[in-house]
Each structure stands twice: as structure tokens, then as C-alpha cells.
């Protein structure tokens, strides 16, 4: 078996890089707005598990609320031990038998103040079991969509994928229509993006291939999403847009509830409570 921990150190070291260029134009953003909102950051440290002391594993949590970002997460996390026996069953290349499991990466999620402004969501990660692959991509969450945001946001996504492999984008957008869609509602959560997981990494030339394209990812959203929040974020709303807002949010936080992968796999791995819940709205209406 194949020692992939040089390789995991590789992944976290970079996204941990990520962190710190996304949460310094986040920041560069809220200046602009006439705000000194910044990030706070929070360690955490792995507990409750075998080991403890940290000795499985932790991470830190970013987390800023100002005056653009109402409330914006952007969490790295490098964790290690045993999966449950029961959930051991359902992750790739996993088993009761063999338990032993590694994962690291980055999470973002942000809630915007104005409702013309798109919230978005981006996940990027490495993990290892029996076999290693990377997982991810970025979707965004617009309550009010507007058709030029969402080509941008495609095309950057679109451009990314088409570099390292020419079928990528049309399978990972599929795979994020499939993904990001609430049965009980009927409905999408936005306007989609990409979503892909389990990209195997045979031997080191397989991973040096799918780091590439994980980085990729990352960068495009690094490109993307800064030109939409400041093409949105001067813009004046009303009290009904800034309510169809808070509907729209409810029905986020009902699909990470109950749907998301990322959100069960951080709550049965033992990560920090705070963390993984990050993802949820500051505020939010059911009517």
C-alpha cells in the first residue's frame, strides 16, 4: 500500500495557501465597503477519539462578519484515525475490517448581506483508505440569479476543467445538478457549478494529475467569485427581496442538513461542531 502521507502534508500545505489568498481578498472586499471586518480564526484539535490530544488530527477555522460578508466560513481541516464500523461500510475503500482513514482539505461557504449578492459554496479535499482520491468543486447560491453571473461563474469552471480533461466539465456540472438538489422541495439549491469525488489516484502520476486539477478548482473560484460580489454588492433591495432572501436560505440550510455529504462526514469523524455547522445561514425564515 502506498504511503501517501508526504502527499497529504503536499494537499494541506496548499490548501492552507487557498485559505490565506481567499480570506485576504475577502477582506480587501470589506475594505472597500467602508468596513475593518476581518477574519477571526479558531484551532481546533481532534478530540473524543482515539488518540486524543490532538494526536488525530485538527484544524482551524476562519470565520469573518461584516458589512459585505454577513457571515463567511473558510475552514482548513487535516484529520486522521478510524471510521466507525458502521460507517466504515460507506466510504470509498473503507471497510469495518479496515477502518483507518486520512482526509484534508478546505471548506468555504458564504452568506452575503445584500441579496444581490450570490452566497457560494467551495470544498476541495484529499482523502485516503485503502486507495486516495481528491473530491470537490464550487456551486453557486444566488436568491435572486442574474443569467451574467452564472455563465461568468460557469465559463471560469468550465476553463478549469477543459485543461485537464476534456470530458470533466460536462460530467462534474451533471454530477453537481444531481448533487445539489433537495427531493422534498423539488428543487435545486442554485444555479450549480461542479461537483466531483472519489477521482482516484492510482499512483503518483494519477495524483499529481488530480492535485492539478483540484488546484485548478480552486483558483478559478479565487478568480470568479471576487468580480461577482463587486459587480453585486453596491446594489440598493427591498424589503421582499431581502425576505425571498431569507426563504432562500432556509432551504440551504434544510439540503446541508440533511444531504450533505461533507456535513455527515465531519460529524462521525469527530471534527469540531462549529466547524462543520459554519455552513449554515446567520439568519433564516421558513413561511
Given amino acids: ?26 477582506e480587501a472586499i470589506e475594505r472597500e465597503a467602508g468596513s475593518d471586518a476581518s477574519f477571526e480564526y479558531d484551532p481546533w484539535q481532534r478530540d473524543g477519539v482515539e488518540g486524543g490530544g ?114 470533466y466539465y460536462e460530467r462534474h456540472k451533471a454530477w453537481a445538478d444531481e448533487y445539489f438538489y433537495i427531493p422534498h422541495r423539488k428543487c435545486h439549491r442554485g444555479v450549480g457549478g461542479i461537483f466531483y469525488d472519489h477521482l482516484e489516484c492510482a499512483d503518483e502520476a494519477a495524483w ?21 460580489v463587486r459587480r453585486r454588492m453596491g446594489m440598493e433591495y427591498s424589503p421582499d427581496e431581502k425576505h425571498r432572501q431569507l426563504e432562500w436560505r432556509g432551504r440551504y440550510a434544510e439540503f446541508n442538513l440533511v444531504y450533505d455529504r461533507g456535513t455527515a462526514f465531519g460529524l462521525k469523524t469527530g471534527g469540531n461542531i462549529d466547524a462543520i455547522l459554519m455552513s449554515l445561514p ?3 425564515v421558513w413561511t
Fill in 54 to 167: 490532538g494526536e488525530t488530527g485538527g484544524g482551524v477555522r476562519g470565520l469573518i462578519r461584516g458589512e459585505v460578508f454577513e457571515k463567511a466560513g473558510v475552514n482548513v481541516s487535516t484529520v486522521h484515525g478510524e471510521l466507525s464500523q458502521q460507517f466504515a461500510a460507506s466510504i470509498n475503500g473503507a471497510s469495518p475490517e479496515n477502518p483507518a482513514f486520512s482526509a484534508t482539505g478546505i471548506s468555504l461557504v458564504a452568506h452575503m448581506a445584500n441579496p444581490h449578492v450570490p452566497a457560494v459554496h467551495m470544498n476541495t479535499r484529499f482523502l485516503t483508505t485503502t486507495t486516495a482520491w481528491f473530491g470537490g468543486g464550487a456551486d453557486l447560491n444566488p436568491p435572486i440569479p442574474y443569467d451574467e453571473d452564472t455563465a461568468e461563474f460557469h465559463e471560469a469552471l468550465r476553463l478549469a476543467c477543459d485543461t485537464h480533461g476534456e470530458d
Fill in 208 to 228: 499529481e494529475a488530480n492535485f492539478a486539477y483540484t488546484k485548478a478548482v480552486g483558483e478559478a473560484f479565487l478568480a470568479v467569485f471576487p468580480r461577482l
Fill in 1 to 26: 500500500m502506498t504511503d501517501w502521507k508526504p502527499n497529504t502534508e503536499r494537499a494541506k500545505v496548499w490548501f492552507e495557501s487557498l485559505r490565506d489568498a481567499i480570506c485576504a481578498e475577502f
Fill in 282 to 284: 446567520p439568519e433564516a
